[in-house]
């Protein structure tokens, strides 16, 4: 029995089944856990093994409730999908390591960087890879240029982002929250980047898929795309970046250039579309959790391959 525990498990159905298939197709006897602070109000919960109520990330116990569920459960591998909780899961590695269960997530440098957009900027330039030039909204100047793009340093689902085109919308965008960086928009074809690499950093497999439509921040409509150059450069900042597990980037192609953009080291919303496309994430993992050495299968998969999302509804006694 593979026991795996997905935290904060929300509407990341596909994502379950997906590595529920994928194991059963191996043969492999998979036990799917689920954590929610609404467990009842998270759709996920209904297609797991059984979903455990927690408290909220920010709030004592959070931890300790994840460790006893392990504990009790025999969990092999826990996989955190809500980033404000990374750096106290990072923390407590050990304690999970003691009672038997592996936290799928990178190490603390590779969070740093990533879970701050502008540490991402940072690394980017050092590393001399292309990306938008940023600011602080505490160090703007008066000489940028419109429009501009403005966004938090940390958060998920595109929340708080927006395309600003002069100094009144730009103060109005500021307002209320000055954590927020300042970017040169850039104008393109937006790419998601699949990535996953091994417990030792190195690169397994990347998919690029272009974002055909997006709603509340997560691709509705998505497409597997043959980019040789975007895989190339995906690997070189992986790699650099020393990551392991699940990452997925963000890039715009401008036609001429790609601009690199973001860094986010977890599953993302439309990766279902890339383990569909061929790329057997689920077992792969299963695989580096047995100590087994997995073969990279870079630029293996399905090219325009199409991913197009529609609602569905679960129904439960309230």
């Known amino acids: 029995m593979f026991t795996i525990l997905f935290t904060a498990i929300g509407r990341r159905v596909e994502l379950i089944k997906a590595f529920q298939e994928s194991l059963k197709r191996k043969g492999i006897d998979v036990k799917a856990l689920g954590a929610d602070a609404n467990p009842l109000l998270a759709s996920a919960g209904y297609f797991v093994n059984q979903v455990f109520p927690v408290s909220w990330v920010n709030e004592a116990g959070y931890i300790e409730a994840l460790l006893e569920i392990c504990h009790a459960q025999q969990v092999d591998m826990l996989v955190p999908l809500f980033e404000p909780e990374f750096s106290a899961?990072?923390?407590?590695?050990?304690?999970?390591?003691?009672?038997?269960?592996?936290?799928?997530?990178?190490?603390?440098?590779?969070?740093?960087?990533?879970?701050?957009?502008f540490n991402t900027y940072k690394f980017f330039v050092e590393s001399g890879v292309k990306t938008p030039k940023t600011l602080l909204a505490s160090a703007l100047s008066e000489d940028i240029s419109f429009p501009m793009f403005v966004k938090p340093c940390s958060g998920m689902g595109s929340q708080g982002a927006k395309k600003v085109v002069?100094?009144?919308?730009?103060?109005?965008?500021?307002?209320?929250?000055?954590?927020?960086?300042?970017?040169?928009?850039?104008?393109?074809?937006?790419?998601?980047?699949?990535?996953?690499?091994?417990?030792?950093?190195q690169v397994l497999a990347v998919v690029p898929r272009e974002r055909l439509e997006v709603r509340s921040g997560e691709v509705s409509k998505g497409k597997t795309v043959d980019r040789p150059d975007i895989i190339e450069q995906a690997v070189a900042i992986v790699e650099k970046l020393g990551a392991m597990g699940p990452l997925t980037l963000q890039?715009?192609?401008?036609?001429?250039?790609i601009y690199w953009i973001e860094i986010n080291p977890r599953f993302g919303g439309g990766v279902p579309l890339s383990i569909q496309a061929g790329v057997d994430y689920p077992y792969m993992l299963y695989q580096l959790?047995?100590?087994?050495?997995?073969?990279?299968?870079i630029g293996q998969y399905k090219k325009n391959f199409l991913m197009l999302r529609y609602d569905q509804a679960v129904y439960a006694e309230g």
């Open 89 to 117: 899961l990072d923390k407590h590695r050990q304690a999970f390591f003691n009672v038997g269960t592996f936290v799928l997530l990178s190490n603390q440098n590779a969070l740093e960087i990533c879970n701050d957009k």
């Open 166 to 201: 002069c100094p009144m919308e730009l103060e109005s965008a500021l307002r209320y929250d000055h954590n927020m960086i300042v970017q040169q928009f850039i104008s393109g074809t937006e790419y998601t980047v699949d990535v996953l690499a091994d417990f030792d950093g």
């Open 251 to 257: 890039c715009m192609d401008t036609g001429s250039e």
């Open 289 to 297: 959790a047995q100590g087994q050495k997995v073969q990279p299968c």
